[in-house]
């Protein structure tokens, strides 16, 4: 629900040209995650969608807001782990195609039988533009709540309308 409000918001204000044209951008995309550190111990491998905002400052740099819905399928017979992420950030083109990026925001939790956990989140990355419709990025993702750190590296494919 979260993923399609963004959606919803964000593909009404998307305006024609570029990714790094000013204005306001829309994007879906799909990712695959693997799990790292503790996470790692209850799932091998992660598959999701998103949802992504860019509103574009100059040619250069550009405020995000993403949501999506990963599940971290569990190992060993363990129940997969629902994860909603929601987060605002920055990406900054260092070069032609090249971008850098960083996150901020909350993820929440869900496995059966257990309450949900909602915790701090950020990521950094960084990617590579393929064409004016096409990225894909590589982030490092971590969660925290009391001391206990979930963290997983993403591949995502993004389509830009």
Partial sequence: MIAA????????????????????KFSV????????????DFSSFGAGVDVQGQYWFSDKVAATLDAGFTSL?????????????????IRYMVADKFYLSGKVGM?????????????????????YQISS?????LTFDSYTKDSQTNSMVNLRVGYTF
């Fill in 107 to 127: 993820g929440s939790f869900k496995t059966k039988g257990f309450d949900a956990t909602t915790a701090f989140g950020w990521a950094a990355g960084a990617g």
């Fill in 73 to 89: 399928f569990g190992k060993d017979g363990a129940d997969a782990t629902s994860l909603i992420p929601v987060r605002a950030g």
């Fill in 29 to 40: 995309g799909a990712n695959a995650a693997l799990p790292i550190g503790d996470l790692a």
């Fill in 5 to 24: 409000f963004t959606a919803a918001s964000f593909a009404t204000f998307a305006q024609e040209g570029g990714s790094t044209t000013k204005g306001f």
């Fill in 133 to 137: 419709n096409i990225d894909l990025g």
